[in-house]
């Protein structure tokens, strides 16, 4: 399975400070991309970068890839309580599929 | 409208039930999804749909019968389902398969 992990697992953090989640995953992609998923609810589309880009930037967000190293990160700078939220990042697997990796859940405190 | 809609958001539902999820989107997108989710898991895939035909089953049991009407609905019949089937139901679709793709809310099933 191409299924990716996340790390951590699990993140808590200030109003303010930047947060970061690694994933990694096992074989090669044409790209990559990171979700958002408040409690319960449905994924939210974040940033997706491709295999021959490096660094990725949106918003507040910041997304590397290592395709040497099979690894991506995000990165949330001057992070705000509503960035409270799972964080998962998708790799393809085939032509059709996109596998989800194991998340980050993310905590910011007011 | 760059929204996809999910109906019921909740059903509960008895073991000898049958129940349909429906699912819509006026993106123009030719892929659809269905994917599984339980509590403190990622989304696990189930069944694609691409230009309205059955491309991916992930070996799903036949308790879950998929449907796409047309290029815009997507419906997910559910029979005699188990307990251990309780989870948040999500669809989702796509421009293209394995590209950017738009959820909806999901449907929060519980079987009793």
């Known amino acids: 399975s191409q299924q990716g992990e996340e790390d951590p697992q699990a993140l808590s953090i200030q109003e303010g400070e930047n947060a970061t989640m690694n994933c990694s995953y096992k074989?090669?992609?044409?790209?990559l991309q990171w979700y958002r998923q408040n409690s319960g609810r449905g994924l939210v589309h974040l940033i997706l970068?491709?295999?021959?880009?490096r660094e990725k930037h949106s918003g507040r967000l910041r997304v590397t890839l290592d395709t040497s190293k099979k690894s991506s990160s995000l990165l949330i700078t001057a992070s705000r309580a509503a960035d409270t939220a799972s964080y998962f990042c998708?790799?393809?697997?085939?032509?059709?599929?996109?596998?989800f990796g194991t998340g980050t859940k993310l905590q910011v405190i007011p | 409208d760059t929204e996809v809609t999910q109906t019921p958001k909740h059903l509960v539902m008895g073991m000898t039930n049958k129940k349909s999820l429906k699912c819509e989107q006026h993106?123009?997108?030719?892929?659809m999804y269905w994917y599984k989710q339980k509590a403190k898991k990622p989304p696990e895939l189930m069944f694609v749909?691409?230009?309205?035909?059955?491309?991916i089953n992930e070996s799903v049991p036949s308790r879950f019968s998929p449907e796409c009407p047309n290029s815009s609905l997507l419906n997910l019949h559910l029979h005699a389902l188990q307990p251990e089937d309780s989870a948040l139901y999500l669809c989702?679709?796509?421009?293209?398969?394995?590209?950017?793709?738009?959820f909806g809310q999901g449907t929060r099933l519980t079987v009793v």
């Open positions: 989702a679709s796509s421009q293209f398969s394995s590209s950017e793709a738009f």
């Open positions: 074989t090669s992609i044409n790209n």
């Open positions: 970068i491709r295999s021959n880009e």
């Open positions: 998708a790799t393809p697997e085939g032509y059709q599929k996109v596998t």
């Open positions: 993106m123009g997108h030719r892929a």
């Open positions: 749909y691409s230009y309205e035909k059955l491309s």
